[in-house]
């Protein structure tokens, strides 16, 4: 079982630049593929971005490339989720996953609660 915590959301004007980080209890830490995702109020969760076990790959949707950077210290079993130049459109509750590949839709095995991420404008 693994459980990740997220942390690092809260409020801020559009333009604006957060960090989330999402911490995992396992030892096992590298051996897993991360991904975030994202939800909107009365939206479906939508894919952000993954990571590689190793952090050698890396894969964003179309809407956050060259805004958003994921990265990750398996040292410090955290990953972590850059986020600048932020717009309302941003605005979601954020959550971090873990499963065996870095893939873009949701087929990981374990989910943070997520952290919530508001843009004003």
């Known amino acids: 079982q693994v459980q990740l915590v997220e942390s690092g959301g809260g409020l801020v004007q559009a333009g604006g630049s957060l960090r989330l980080s999402c911490a995992a209890s396992t030892r096992t830490f590298a051996n897993y593929a991360m991904g975030w995702f994202r939800q909107a109020p009365g939206k479906e969760r939508e894919f952000v971005a993954s990571?590689?076990?190793?952090?050698?790959?890396?894969y964003y949707a179309d809407s956050v490339k060259g805004r958003f950077t994921i990265s990750r210290d398996n040292a410090k079993n955290t990953v972590y989720l850059q986020m600048n130049s932020l717009k309302p459109e941003d605005t979601a509750v954020y959550y971090c996953?873990?499963?065996?590949?870095?893939?873009?839709?949701?087929?990981?095995?374990?989910w943070g609660q997520g952290t919530q991420v508001t843009v004003s404008s």
């Open positions: 996953a873990a499963g065996p590949w870095a893939v873009t839709t949701d087929e990981y095995d374990y």
């Open positions: 990571i590689t076990w190793s952090g050698s790959n890396t």
